[in-house]
T-cell receptor, first 113, second 109 residues
Framework: DADVTQTPRNRITKTGKRIMLECSQT?????MYWYRQDPGLGLRLIYY???????NKGEISDGYSVSRQAQAKFSLSLESAIPNQTALYFC????????????FGSGTQLSVL | RKEVEQDPGPFNVPEGATVAFNCTYS??????FFWYRQDCRKEPKLLMS???SGNEDGRFTAQLNRASQYISLLIRDSKLSDSATYLC??????????FGTGTSLTVIP
């Protein structure tokens, strides 16, 4: 089983719909992140959380919200999806020690029509 | 200006060639650096961390030059399986990670 699991893998939705992307991890890491990836723009940070009670906005948080339900779970919501939120979304975790690395889920391809 | 910038390429090289990628960063407070590899539509995976003294892992060598604020990745004896996008990543004291847009490499038979 994957250490970082994202669901769904693919989602097609319509403008204005509410969408939730879920992420769970078995690595025991405190730190979790949501990124989106667009062609030519690289990965951009949406939100991050360093523990269950800590939620922080990233560089492109507008139009998104998150919930850290437990150490292992971090979900991303689009309250009212719009077409320019069509992207590949990645959840990631890190252990927070010096020179730590990121571990990514397999990604969710979201298309908003 | 982006925190981390890299040449998007594409780099098309023959098998067996040596290829080098460079990346520059703008925040002198950046603490740690990494190279990630990403295959098409897949998740990024850590290739190697980058240390000031330089480090090598098989055919891959990474260098960090803090004075000039650049990171490099050298791939020797390129294999077809090296074809991917290589992401330069920096992290700061706030433990946020900043990604370059990636450099595309295609190794040609």
């Amino acid at each position: 089983d994957a250490d970082v699991t994202q669901t769904p893998r693919n989602r097609i939705t319509k403008t204005g719909k509410r969408i939730m992307l879920e992420c769970s991890q078995t690595k025991g890491h405190d730190r979790m992140y949501w990124y989106r990836q667009d062609p030519g723009l690289g990965l951009r940070l949406i939100y991050y959380s360093f523990d269950v009670k800590d939620i922080n906005k990233g560089e492109i948080s507008d139009g998104y919200s998150v919930s850290r339900q437990a150490q292992a779970k971090f979900s991303l919501s689009l309250e009212s999806a719009i077409p320019n939120q069509t992207a590949l979304y990645f959840c990631a975790t890190s252990d927070g020690v010096a020179n730590e690395k990121l571990f990514f889920g397999s990604g969710t391809q979201l298309s908003v029509l | 200006r982006k925190e981390v910038e890299q040449d998007p390429g594409p780099f098309n090289v023959p098998e067996g060639a040596t290829v080098a990628f460079n990346c520059t960063y703008s925040n002198s407070a950046s603490q740690s650096f990494f190279w990630y590899r990403q295959d098409c539509r897949k998740e990024p995976k850590l290739l190697m961390s980058v240390y000031s003294s330089g480090n090598e892992d098989g055919r891959f060598t990474a260098q960090l030059n803090r004075a000039s604020q650049y990171i490099s990745l050298l791939i020797r004896d390129s294999k077809l399986s090296d074809s991917a996008t290589y992401l330069c990543v920096g992290s700061n004291t706030g433990n946020q990670f900043y990604f370059g847009t990636g450099t595309s490499l295609t190794v040609i038979p």
